[in-house]
Nanobody
Framework: QVQLAESGGGLVQAGGSLRLSCAASGRTFSSYCMGWFRQAPGKEREFVATIDWSGFSTYYADSVKGRFSISRDNAKNTVYLQMNSLKPDDTAVYYC???????????????WGQGTQVTVSS
């Protein structure tokens, strides 16, 4: 069992930066692939970024490539999402997720956090 808790969301102006954190409980964090997803009002949850258990492999949605960076610290049981050059379209609730597969869809992720709100003003 893994419990996830996101933090770091907030209100930022367009062009600004935020760093999201996702703290995980349990001793098996380092064996999971981790993903970040987001959901805007009235829209489906969409993939943002994923990282494998080692931290060496990452993958990004085209909409955030070059602006967002995912990383993890297995010693701290934490995964991060550094978000730069934020746009109003990035406004959403951001969720972290843990699962056994390096995936860009929600299905393989067995564990989810409660989400953290990110609002980007124009």
């Amino acid at each position: 069992q893994v419990q996830l808790a996101e933090s770091g969301g907030g209100l930022v102006q367009a062009g600004g930066s935020l760093r999201l954190s996702c703290a995980a409980s349990g001793r098996t964090f380092s064996s999971y692939c981790m993903g970040w997803f987001r959901q805007a009002p009235g829209k489906e949850r969409e993939f943002v970024a994923t990282i494998d258990w080692s931290g060496f492999s990452t993958y990004y949605a085209d909409s955030v490539k070059g602006r967002f960076s995912i990383s993890r610290d297995n010693a701290k049981n934490t995964v991060y999402l550094q978000m730069n050059s934020l746009k109003p379209d990035d406004t959403a609730v951001y969720y972290c997720a843990a699962g056994p597969q390096f995936a860009i869809v929600t299905t393989p992720y067995a564990y989810w956090g409660q989400g953290t709100q990110v609002t980007v003003s124009s």
